[in-house]
């Protein structure tokens, strides 16, 4: 199923050219079925009503593990290593694994879970969250897993907005010197989660909890009275898999779905061909399991090739900026991939904490979530890989639910900040502002895909009107990335950035409205308006302007507490970095605001604003810049 060189690379492109429906029944035949399908693919990108391998029926942990025991039993699946690195990691092979997730399906189905019925998770990066992502697929349950780094609100609402059944979390999490504590984070949001009727607390602190009599039920005492055989749950190809919520440039948080058979052919052919995994490879992703990556290539992609694949509770920095290298070492990580900010936040410490260690197990690099800058790509080449390991620079997103344009490591050229082409069996695009498509080179304009393929999100839950709307309205007939991106003359494609009002920050999504509702919380606030400005680690930082009912006396306690209510209402992730009041914004007559002028302000640049006639009141523009030079 790999491709090896660069002739069965072309011949892969003309293979899917000639017939693209043949070229994805191909891949699907080598997984196990029930029941083989019916018809390969429909699609309409107006109505975005996609189906593919219609009538099949199959469960996507039998191809993850069952169908592994033969040859696999005793390789290991998982490696943990814990946060602390005096703590023992753990391994689990194929076969226990096969038992632990047969283990916590027999307890899923004990509290009633069953096919169709959604369970959130909300957890650390333990084994137990892989064990259960695998089990609620195994039932048939769909999976919302929610980043543990999220607040009690944003908890609550993605439970409220799926309507889940149960959830399963811990009592805390390890994550560098701090604990989360995930269960009372958890009791303050089931206050207002009315559809939970189980919630199991796996035991990683040993923090001091409350347990509620009927509804919290602790992990190890579930798992002890259980069989470890269950069998598969079967489902259609377009059952639903999992829900994994994404932030938008409006409104809340769009819980994207993702169904069993297209993603799970999707996630392992982009697996194998993009990092050119080899039987016996060690595969580390330093991803959380709460992000798309973390679903596609910590569990799904990996299991369904049969790769050894470490998971790493902690961050890059604890004990010290080391960490990571020192767990390449150890574990002779053969293929790593990572994220621009971490590689930027690591070589900002310095080379001493790379020299230390033997890299030279590593065969193939990658990078993941944003833009990466020539100089971090070139550090990362060089420092890490030692001149000697391709990068993967690969673009995808939670909705495209695999890698989409990247280089084959090795296969293809790899061109620094270049993701370069599109994979076999996608056909990308770029759309000019009059809505066409442009074929030249050498352009510049927004990335779209003109073809389905496997793994894309199907709709968002609950609001297929506003899936319709997202991605498939601002280009009829086209996906819509929400990228920018540029096509050099030889026709490799870089990703420039969001077009529309969603901030990645350090590699995380966030929508500004969220933020900015979250700002607006606060008493003395009239209004803010969030915009992100170039920051050598986290590639953007966030910059509030806000409008205050009272300028605040105290500007320090001001940012303190909005801070706070940020923390409260999304996370800490989405703290802002610089805060600017002000007296207005530059709005449109018709009360928009006029962002790209907020950026530019943001970003240091106070003169070449652009076309300012359509503004309300101009003037303003000229007060938020005096502000901001004082503010910088
Ligand atoms: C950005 C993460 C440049 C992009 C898998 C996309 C990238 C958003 C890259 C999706 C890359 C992801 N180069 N930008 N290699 N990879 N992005 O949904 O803006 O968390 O739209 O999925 O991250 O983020 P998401």
Redesign the pocket.
Known sequence: MRIKSIEEYNTEKSNFDNDPERFWEEKAESFIWKKKWDKVLNWDFHSAKINWFNGGKLNITENCLDRHLKKRANQVAIKWIANNPNEKSISLTYQELHAEVCKFSNVLKKHAIKKGDRVCLYMPMVPELSIAVLACARIGAIHSVVFAGFSAKSLSDRINDAECQALITADGGFRGDKITPLKAISDEAMQTTPSIKTCIVLERTKSKIEMKNQRDYWWHHEMASVDNNFPAEFMDSEDELFILY?SGSTGKPKGIVHTTAGYMIYSQYSFQNVFQYNEGDIYWCTADIG???GHSYIIYGPLLAGATSIMFEGVPTFPDAGRFWRIVEENKINIFYTAPTAIRALEAKGLDFVKKYNLTSLRVLG??????NEDAWNWYFKEIGGGLCPIV??????ETGGIMISNLAGITTAKPTF?TLPLPGIKACIMDDSNSEINENDIEGKLCIKYPWPSMARTIYGDHKRFIDTYFSTFPGYYF???GCFKNKDGLFR?T??VDDVL?ISGH?LGTAEIESAIDEHNNVCESAIVGYPHSIKGNGIYAFIICHEHPLNTDKSNEEINKLIVKHVGPIAKVDKIQYVNGLPKTRSGKIMRRILRKIASGETTNLGDTSTLLDPTIVESIIKGSINNN
């Open positions: 994404t992000w798309i990556t990078t993941v979530g944003e833009p990466i620079d690969t673009w995808w997103q939670t993701a990335s929400g990228d990703i950035g969001r990645i999504n």
